[in-house]
């Protein structure tokens, strides 16, 4: 691996504007074979810049959605009844270390603990897969990359990634946009003009204020550009903004009232 980028795939990689330095620790750890874990709220760009990064470095993405009963088995692979015989079928890991693809275990501690025993190896100087079901012990392929990701704001004691498994990666801290750069990425996701997303990013700022108090979670720049889309499209402000940027982060009432008058008094 030399560290160039394919010029090819950087044409036609999802877009995504960088915050800070992310683009060049990824580019480092990629090229150093060293695994990567993303932290940052809900949609605030993680899956979208690991997707831009595999577009840039001409690699393969497997995008796991990581979710309570996820196993190894379901990232190793299983035998499967196909035909009236047995045979075996690999699992996404187990596809990309064979192929030396990206790997991205998206919201990685919702996962069954059984899956960060299986990750260990891969994310040390071994870098290998043990099979036991078939025997196999597989040396990861050159340009394979383990990244995972999750949201440290949003855990309980029973869903928390051990120091021990967090000490294995390099890891990149994400935040919500800055106005300056948020605004740019909802004018392009959503094609709406600048004077129209704005507002919408100043009431997404006020609304991220109130994680912790009102809301669980602050409001994710994906909901800005869906909220962005629907007004193009002529749905009017406010039931754009109620369905895209409201309804998704409560339900309850009187919540959603104390938001909808945040809204007047950004709009109004």
Same mark, same amino acid.
């Given at each position: 691996?030399?560290?160039?980028?394919?010029?090819?795939?950087?044409?036609?990689?999802?877009?995504?504007?960088?915050?800070?330095?992310?683009?060049?620790?990824?580019?480092?750890?990629?090229? /150093?074979?060293?695994?990567? %874990?993303?932290?940052?709220? =809900?949609?605030?760009?993680?899956?979208?810049?690991?997707?831009?990064?595999?577009?840039?470095?001409?690699?393969?993405?497997?995008?796991?959605?990581?979710?309570?009963?996820?196993?190894?088995?379901?990232?190793?692979?299983?035998?499967?009844?196909?035909?009236?015989?047995?045979?075996?079928?690999?699992?996404?890991?187990?596809?990309?270390?064979?192929? !030396?693809?990206?790997?991205?275990?998206?919201?990685?501690?919702?996962?069954? #603990?059984?899956?960060?025993?299986?990750?260990?190896?891969?994310?040390?100087?071994?870098?290998?897969?043990?099979?036991?079901?078939?025997?196999?012990?597989?040396?990861?392929?050159?340009?394979?990359?383990?990244?995972?990701?999750? /949201?440290?704001?949003?855990? /309980?004691?029973?869903?928390?990634? #051990?120091?021990?498994?967090?000490?294995?990666?390099?890891?990149?801290?994400?935040?919500?946009?800055?106005?300056?750069?948020?605004?740019?990425?909802?004018?392009?996701?959503? !094609?709406?003009?600048?004077?129209?997303? #704005?507002?919408?990013?100043?009431?997404? /700022?006020?609304?991220?204020?109130?994680?912790?108090? *009102? %809301?669980?979670?602050?409001?994710?720049?994906?909901?800005?550009?869906?909220?962005?889309?629907?007004?193009?499209? !002529?749905?009017?402000?406010?039931?754009?903004?109620?369905?895209?940027?409201?309804?998704?982060?409560? *339900?309850?009432?009187? =919540? #959603?009232?104390?938001?909808?008058?945040?809204?007047?008094?950004?709009?109004?």
């Amino acid at each position: 691996m030399d560290g160039t980028l394919n010029l090819k795939g950087a044409a036609d990689a999802p877009f995504y504007l960088p915050q800070a330095d992310e683009i060049a620790v990824f580019q480092a750890a990629y090229d /150093n074979q060293l695994p990567v %874990l993303l932290k940052g709220p =809900t949609g605030c760009g993680k899956t979208r810049f690991v997707a831009h990064m595999a577009a840039q470095l001409g690699r393969p993405l497997y995008t796991v959605a990581c979710h309570d009963d996820l196993s190894a088995a379901d990232l190793i692979g299983r035998y499967l009844l196909k035909g009236g015989e047995t045979i075996w079928v690999d699992g996404p890991l187990t596809r990309a270390v064979r192929e !030396g693809a990206i790997c991205y275990l998206d919201e990685v501690v919702e996962a069954r #603990k059984d899956v960060t025993v299986v990750l260990h190896p891969l994310t040390d100087d071994r870098r290998i897969l043990p099979i036991d079901r078939t025997g196999e012990e597989l040396e990861a392929a050159d340009g394979f990359m383990l990244v995972a990701s999750y /949201n440290p704001g949003y855990q /309980n004691i029973l869903k928390t990634l #051990k120091p021990s498994t967090r000490q294995r990666f390099v890891s990149l801290e994400f935040t919500f946009p800055k106005p300056e750069h948020e605004i740019p990425v909802v004018m392009r996701e959503s !094609g709406l003009d600048e004077a129209r997303v #704005k507002p919408l990013v100043r009431l997404a /700022n006020k609304l991220r204020d109130l994680k912790g108090q *009102d %809301l669980e979670e602050g409001v994710s720049t994906r909901l800005v550009v869906y909220a962005a889309t629907l007004i193009r499209q !002529g749905m009017p402000v406010e039931r754009a903004i109620l369905a895209a940027m409201i309804e998704p982060l409560t *339900d309850d009432r009187d =919540t #959603k009232r104390g938001l909808l008058d945040l809204v007047t008094a950004v709009f109004g």
